[in-house]
């Protein structure tokens, strides 16, 4: 089965190219999957496609130099399943739960539209049926007016640019700035920072301390509101005591909280000279 599926998609692909809504094609399909054929239809006639889990089976039709919307038709009546296109998407659906119902395509700009389905599934408790269109990111809902209104809403809310956070991080021995890294992030991302720092050469008739070679750390910003950020520290730190011949790796996990336009001290020793790695949001 799987060498004839190869087959026809290939041969299938040549007729459909760049192929529209309107303009004709020609395909043969013999014992194939209903979703597959709805796909390849839509992709060829450059549009998103929504298919509900409860669309499936298979089937053999031949089309000949007919519209790619005679096409999925045709498709529609063979195998007792339901198309309706809105805007540059079209949406599989079981014909009954199309009949009498409102359809509406949204897409969206910000939030990923796997998310946005999650929230929207848990949230409504009306009669409401959701597809994603990833070719898209847009959500197909199917439903009642009531449940539309309201799922509306919460895309209203949900769907907003994430705040960003623009900070630094310190590097600190004692009261001397060893090196500074500038980021910006948004909620749940990460921001990841390696790298090899300066060597400071110790003055002349004075002995060399302990020098921080490298530093690894991972920041995650868990949340973040007007009142202040909540986040994770992965923090590793390579020292090289230049003066006993000595080496020391330093790590540390744990969560911070920062307030905006201030400075939080995520890691210190308990050295005479500590070294500090301190953060600070800086709007």
Same mark, same amino acid.
């Given at each position: ?39 390849? $239809?839509?992709?060829?006639? &450059?549009?998103?496609?929504?298919? !509900?889990? /409860? #669309? ?7 089309? *000949? ?111 001397? $700035?060893?090196?500074?890294? &500038?980021?910006?992030?948004?909620? !749940?991302? /990460? #921001? ?7 060597? *400071? ?83």
């Amino acid at each position: 089965m799987r060498k004839f599926l190869v087959f026809v998609f290939l041969m299938s692909f040549a007729s459909l190219a760049f192929a529209g809504i309107h303009d004709k094609v020609t395909i043969d399909f013999r014992d194939t999957d209903l979703r597959e054929i709805c796909k390849i $239809l839509a992709k060829q006639a &450059d549009m998103g496609i929504a298919i !509900e889990k /409860s #669309v499936r089976g298979n089937i053999s039709i031949t089309v *000949k130099n007919a519209p790619v919307r005679e096409a999925l038709d045709l498709v529609a009546e063979a195998s007792g399943f339901a198309w309706v296109q809105k805007g540059n998407n079209i949406l599989i659906s079981e014909a009954r739960r199309l009949s009498g119902r409102t359809v509406k395509i949204i897409s969206l700009k910000h939030i990923n539209v796997n998310e946005a389905a999650k929230i929207l599934a848990s949230s409504i408790v009306g009669d409401l049926k959701i597809a994603t269109c990833q070719h898209t990111n847009g959500l197909v809902l199917n439903g009642s007016n009531a449940a539309l209104e309201d799922s509306m809403q919460i895309i209203g809310h949900i769907d907003r640019p994430a705040p960003l956070v623009k900070g630094s991080l310190k590097l600190m021995s004692g009261a001397q $700035l060893l090196e500074k890294f &500038d980021f910006q992030a948004g909620s !749940e991302e /990460s #921001v990841k920072i390696s790298q090899k720092c300066k060597e *400071k050469v110790a003055a002349e008739g004075k002995k060399a301390k302990a020098l921080v070679e490298a530093i690894n750390c991972e920041i995650v910003f868990a949340g973040i509101s007007s009142a202040g950020l909540d986040a994770t520290v992965h923090l590793g730190v390579s020292q090289n005591d230049k003066a006993h011949g000595k080496e020391a790796a330093r790590k540390f996990s744990g969560r911070f909280q920062a307030e905006k336009g201030k400075s939080v001290t995520v890691f210190a020793t308990s050295d005479k000279e500590p070294l500090k790695v301190i953060f600070t949001w800086e709007n």
